[in-house]
């Protein structure tokens, strides 16, 4: 799922080959930095709760963002690289796989804690994404 290069490609498109030094990081940006970091601290398990809110919302809910963004704010491929799997032959297959994993998880993790991330996970997505359009307005 390495996304780094699409990321990078998506920010070179929208925001040009200066991106790196005119698009701030925003505070809620830091805050899921931050809170990923968190997770991974200890024994790790926690990030299961990120791997299925990011991968799994990104393979699935992100697929109907992506047509969205392309209609209503015109964007093309270059600008939408983030929501593109090339390296994942077959999406659907993935997926299973993941939410098997995830599932035999369950036996060895504290499960309580890792959907307490998982609901943390999803409020630092919504802040983020608030904050972005936010950004996005304000320019």
């Given at each position: ?40 601290a200890d024994n790790g398990e ?86 972005i359009h936010l950004a996005g307005?304000?320019?």
């Amino acid at each position: 799922m390495y996304r780094c290069a699409a990321i990078e490609r998506d920010l070179l498109a929208l925001a040009g080959p200066d991106w790196s030094h005119s698009v701030a990081l925003l505070p809620s940006g830091r805050d899921y930095a931050t809170g990923v970091a968190q997770a991974a601290a200890d024994n790790g398990e926690r990030l299961i709760a990120h791997a299925y809110t990011r991968y799994l919302g990104d393979l699935s809910g992100g697929q109907i963002l992506k047509r969205l963004l392309e209609r209503s704010l015109g964007l093309g491929p270059d600008a939408l690289s983030f929501y593109e799997f090339p390296a994942i032959a077959d999406i659907a297959v993935f997926k299973s796989g993941l939410h098997a994993a995830i599932a035999a998880a369950t036996s060895v993790v504290d499960v309580v804690a890792v959907v307490e991330e998982a609901a943390m996970a999803f409020r630092l997505n919504i802040e983020l994404s608030r904050a972005i359009h936010l950004a996005g307005i304000a320019r």
